[in-house]
């Protein structure tokens, strides 16, 4: 099973990180897609066939909060599991994220073997 | 509203900035620092990376950093697992730093006011900088210096406590 997965993040070295570690951790990617704020990754989670979305939180012009919510609120793509990677970890937002049924938070710096886990914890075994 | 990070750090919150820069430092880019003395420093060495990061929400102000090009190439070298040298490394070198910043202010805030506080962090902004914003922060009472292999780091933050007892 490959998975489309859809980074969201305003950095694009987080994003290059995050390739890299899915690449490290062997996770099967069809598509990598990427969005460096909340409304473009809104859009290509609108577009395009996602299997799973890794988001940031704090990102200009539309944050990870927003666009999780907007998701969590469109029937065609509420079902796609959200693993936040986010320097924010505060109890407040993560509450308000828990009830957007986010899959996982991933504090950074993450490690290749969390990423691993998570998407484990998600899809089951996937080697 | 209560002053914490004034305009004179205190000696546990400086630590606190200090010792967060140098294992961010390491745990992001495998780039080994230590504490450098201010006093010892001369001139601006070359190149300079400037980034800024506001903090709003519990606590407001900044954290501020500059260094000099080759360790802002080096940490997105150190990041992307990429020769410093190489096309990657230089194109990513604004951006690495300033997400360097980011898990470093992400650290700050949760250390010094837990979770159970919330921020609003706005994104990190970065540009090339000049020999007078090296000296002014050098000049700063509130300077943190860092020897990063062999490349000196200077950082400062000012951050004030905008919520009275709601520490975690």
């Not at chain 1, 969005?35 to 577009?47: F, I, P, R």
Request: hydrophobic fraction near 45%; charge should be negative; include cysteine.
């Amino acid at each position: 099973m490959n998975l489309n997965i859809l980074v969201v993040d305003d950095s694009r070295t987080v994003r290059a990180v995050i390739k890299k570690t899915l690449r490290v951790a062997k996770i099967p990617v069809g598509e990598l897609i990427e969005a460096e704020n909340g409304l473009v990754g809104l859009e290509k989670a609108s577009s395009m066939s996602i299997d799973l979305i890794f988001a940031d939180i704090n990102m200009p012009i539309m944050g990870g909060v927003e666009m999780i919510e907007r998701i969590r609120a469109d029937q065609n793509l509420n079902q796609i599991p959200i693993v936040v990677i986010s320097t924010d970890g505060s109890d407040e937002r993560m509450s308000r994220l828990q009830k957007c049924g986010i899959s996982a938070h991933l504090g950074k710096p993450f490690q290749p073997q969390e990423i691993r886990d998570v998407v484990c914890e998600i899809f089951g075994d996937i080697s | 509203m209560r002053d914490i990070w004034g305009h004179k750090l205190s000696d546990s919150l400086k630590d606190l900035v200090e010792r967060t820069l140098i294992e961010i430092l390491e745990e992001t880019a495998m780039i080994f620092a230590d504490p450098a003395s201010p006093e010892g420093i001369e001139g601006p060495p070359g190149d300079l990376v400037y980034a800024t990061m506001e903090i709003e929400g519990h606590a407001y102000g900044s954290l501020n950093v500059i260094a000099p090009m080759d360790l802002v190439q080096a940490i997105a070298a150190g990041v992307l697992g990429v020769d410093e040298d190489s096309e990657q490394a230089t194109e990513n070198a604004f951006d690495a730093f300033a997400e360097f910043l980011n898990v470093t202010v992400g650290k700050i805030t949760v250390e010094q006011f837990g979770s159970g506080a919330t921020f609003d962090l706005k994104p990190p902004v970065t540009a090339a900088s000049d020999t007078q914003r090296w000296q002014d922060i050098l000049n700063s009472d509130d300077v943190v210096a860092l020897d990063a292999d062999d490349n000196l780091l200077l950082a400062y933050a000012v951050l004030n406590e905008t919520v009275g007892e709601a520490r975690s």
